[in-house]
């Protein structure tokens, strides 16, 4: 029985797939603007004077009853860039 070799077409050399992936985990790419009214759960313990765990499950609870949006942006965390989560409470009717 014979096996068919599959070619498979890369656009990306392994040099360029490693970079992206470097650049992903060490965040070298662009900071994201965060639009007024979102913030993110350490700034929020931070204000309410919180532990980050405590704040992590309050924030959790609000999410699932609807009352707060969750979106990630890119910051610059002073160790580089990265995506972290920031929530906006939801405008209800």
């Known amino acids: 029985m014979e096996v068919a070799a599959i070619k498979m077409k890369t ?4 040099n ?12 070298t790419g662009n900071v ?6 979102w913030i993110n759960l350490q700034v929020m313990a931070q204000k309410m004077s919180l532990p980050i765990t ?10 699932k009853l609807n009352k707060l949006h969750r979106k990630k942006f890119r910051i610059d965390t002073g160790r580089g860039i990265t995506a972290v989560w920031h929530y906006s409470p939801t405008s209800e009717p």
């Open 54 to 63: 405590t704040m992590h499950s309050r924030v959790n609870k609000l999410i």
């Open 11 to 14: 656009n990306k050399s392994a």
């Open 32 to 37: 994201d603007e965060v639009p007024d009214g």
């Open 16 to 27: 360029d797939w490693l970079q992206e992936m470097m650049n992903e985990s060490f965040s």
